[in-house]
């Protein structure tokens, strides 16, 4: 009997999250049969159909149908530009797994282009995790410009800079912020915006065609906090005034709207538009991102998300 084309939909979406399980999360063969209820030669054979319909490459190719629904719900619930919503491994501890793969081909996607554009680009680990999915190209057109500061509190080159990453694969010209992503005082940010060349900077980052930019939450385990770019005093502060999430180092509370005083007084990052004008891609996954995601996106912030399924479940349910 000839399957139904509803049938075939879903053996091949089967195939698909088995292919991804596999390739991308890194699942033995028994592994997938368990986390998809299936026998170990059910699950072999899922692999074998994801590799023989072309379903993978190096990354997915293939719209899981239950992907495809969160993220149109999620467009029509923020009126998002853009939005891609990445499987989820149940099992993985990973802050990443995905999210970084579907953002570097989206950035591919992007530098792919013939007509010269230019990209601006936040920090954090995903991003960082993204730059290093980069295959190398050539992409003399483009340029690439950071939204934020690249020296961390003790003067050194902060660890999570994304610009250079991503130059250094693509052969860009770059333009990199020269400056800490929360200054000492607030006289100290205005001596360092005044510069000349951070002036060009900014402005080429205010008109960039897309921007990439991590969500990164507030609380003991923030990236601010542990990389040391604010201290205990600070944080409590932010989140006494209401404080949920962070976007180049500007912090913001449940509605998306920025919070007045405290770090924001200091913070050197290009100024956020609200809401963006340009395309502005946010991309984050995880439990802890997910309040931070959603104030993000309430204030449009962000235009753009690029998530896996388990956070885009937490964000349609609130």
């Known amino acids: 009997m000839a399957r139904t084309p509803e049938l075939e939909s879903n053996r091949l979406d089967d195939a698909a999250r088995a292919g991804w399980l596999y390739y991308i999360a890194g699942n033995t063969q028994d592994e997938i049969a368990s986390k998809l209820g299936v026998s170990r030669q059910t699950a072999q054979r899922l692999v074998s159909l994801a590799v023989s319909r072309r379903l993978i490459k190096v990354r997915l190719d293939h719209p899981i149908a239950h992907c495809l629904q969160l993220s149109q719900r999620l467009k029509d619930k923020y009126g998002l530009e853009l939005c891609e ?8 501890q990973s802050a990443v797994l995905g999210v970084a793969e579907a953002t570097a081909a989206e950035l591919e996607r992007r530098l792919e282009s013939q007509h010269p554009i230019v990209i601006a680009l936040g920090s954090g680990r995903t991003l960082r995790a993204a730059a290093d999915q ?3 190209m050539d992409c003399p057109q483009h340029k690439i410009v950071s939204l934020v500061g690249n020296i961390a509190p003790d003067g050194s080159a902060s660890f999570y800079d994304v610009i250079t990453r991503v130059a250094d694969a693509v052969r860009a010209p770059h333009y ?4 800490p992503v929360i200054a000492s005082t607030l006289a100290e940010k205005k001596l360092l915006l005044a510069q ?7 402005d080429l980052a205010r008109h960039a065609d897309v921007t990439f930019v991590g969500v ?3 609380g003991e385990s923030a990236p601010l906090l542990q990389d040391g770019f604010v201290t205990r005093d600070d944080m409590r502060a932010l989140i006494k005034a209401g404080a949920v999430g ?13 919070i007045d005083g405290l770090t924001n007084e200091r913070v050197a990052s290009v100024t956020l538009d609200q809401p963006a004008k340009r395309l502005v891609i946010g991309a984050a996954m995880g439990p802890t991102k997910t309040e931070a995601l959603a104030g993000a996106l309430a204030g449009r912030l962000i235009n753009g998300l690029i998530t896996n399924e388990t956070t885009a479940e937490r964000l349609l349910k609130r």
């Not at 990199?176 to 400056?179: F, G, K, R």
């Open 216 to 218: 990164g939450h507030l």
């Open 85 to 92: 919503v990445v499987p989820a491994d149940p099992a993985s």
């Open 134 to 136: 980069l295959p190398p």
């Open 196 to 202: 000349k060349p951070v002036k060009h900077v900014v």
């Open 246 to 258: 962070e976007v180049i180092g500007w912090a913001f509370d449940r509605s998306g709207a920025l």
């Open 176 to 179: 990199p912020m020269p400056l």
